[in-house]
């Protein structure tokens, strides 16, 4: 599994908890061997008796099914990697999820295509909104939507060629800080 997905998982669980505006930021920092994520909506919130229980795979918002492996999965992945994960939440304002792993660690997933998943996300919830930063070694690569609409005036991100430009640009802004 890669560390990508397991963003994907938690921005979507963002969305459907009523978030209009998803802020996603990476950080990698080989000189401090930390990779960490922070993910902070606006949704819905949660009670302290649920941010305790969401670390249970027995635990879901959901009623399609009774397992949540989301969180358990997230928590296992980073205590692999000798990190940990901490969610704060306020009911009717909001949660934050942030998650650290040593970047060197061997067992650490691999980050994966931010640039993908986060494509995979801004067409498919075009709606929503979301602030996404990537830092590699203090090299910073930023996306907010709300721009990028602004600049649109009202044209879809759904429609090809803005969603392939949009992919390009996710592509080439993340392959700019890698080097």
Do not use: C
Not at 73 to 102: C, H, R, Y
Request: proline fraction near 2%; aromatic fraction near 6%; avoid cysteine.
């Amino acid at each position: 599994m890669e560390i990508s997905l397991h963003i994907l998982d938690i921005m979507h669980n963002s969305i459907v908890a009523g978030a209009a505006l998803v802020e996603l930021t990476v950080i990698e920092d080989t000189k401090k061997d930390i990779l960490s994520f922070t993910i902070k909506d606006n949704g819905k919130g949660m009670s302290k008796e649920m941010v305790e229980a969401v670390y249970s795979p027995f635990t879901t918002g959901r009623t399609t099914r009774k397992v949540g492996l989301g969180i358990p999965l997230l928590k296992q992945a980073a205590e692999a990697a000798d990190g940990s994960i901490k969610i704060t939440s306020e009911l009717g304002v909001g949660t934050e999820l942030f998650a650290q792993f040593t970047h060197s660690h061997i067992d650490r997933q691999p980050l994966g295509d931010m640039a993908g998943t986060m494509h995979q996300l801004i067409t498919a919830f075009e709606d929503i909104d979301f602030l996404y930063r990537h830092s590699i070694n203090g090299k910073e690569f930023l996306v907010d939507t709300r721009e990028i609409k602004n600049i649109l005036g009202g044209v879809s991100l759904k429609e090809n060629e803005v969603s392939l430009w949009l992919l390009n640009y996710l592509t080439e802004g993340e392959a700019e800080i890698s080097d």
